[in-house]
């Protein structure tokens, strides 16, 4: 059965190589990142990329409006976006830290989230 799914942080890594998996196994595919550039190859594996921040509430509405208003439903969502700061934590900047826990266990494109960067 044909599934709608959302996969963030589908610019590289592990994000990406799970939309053309799903894409490959017939399902319908958004990838969502913050830099659409770096998605527009993934149209040829039939995936449709969208530009979010999920750190972003208007982004996370934005898109997921977007896709229910297209295939009228959201079935899955893989929400793989996030990073990785590195080096003793005595050397991390404050606000970098924060916003790493705006990105990694916080946000998510089902509800508004506020960012800690604008």
């Known amino acids: 059965m044909r599934k709608v799914m959302l996969v963030t942080g589908a610019s590289s890594g592990i994000g990406r190589e799970v939309a053309i998996l799903l894409a490959r196994k ?10 659409l550039d770096r998605m527009q190859d993934l149209a040829e594996h039939g995936i ?3 530009e979010m921040d999920v750190t972003r509430g208007d ?5 997921v409006s977007r896709i229910i208003e297209s295939e009228g439903r959201i ?3 893989i929400n793989n976006a996030g990073f990785g700061l590195y080096g003793p934590v005595e050397d991390i ?6 916003y790493q826990f705006e990105v990694n266990p916080f946000a998510s494109p089902t509800s508004p989230s506020s960012s800690c960067r604008t």
């Not at 900047?93 to 924060?98: S, V, Y």
């Open 59 to 63: 982004d996370n509405e934005r898109a």
């Open 48 to 50: 449709t990329p969208v």
């Open 93 to 98: 900047p404050l606000d970098d830290a924060r």
């Open 75 to 77: 079935d899955v969502l």
């Open 26 to 35: 017939g399902h319908s595919v958004y990838a969502g990142a913050r830099r």
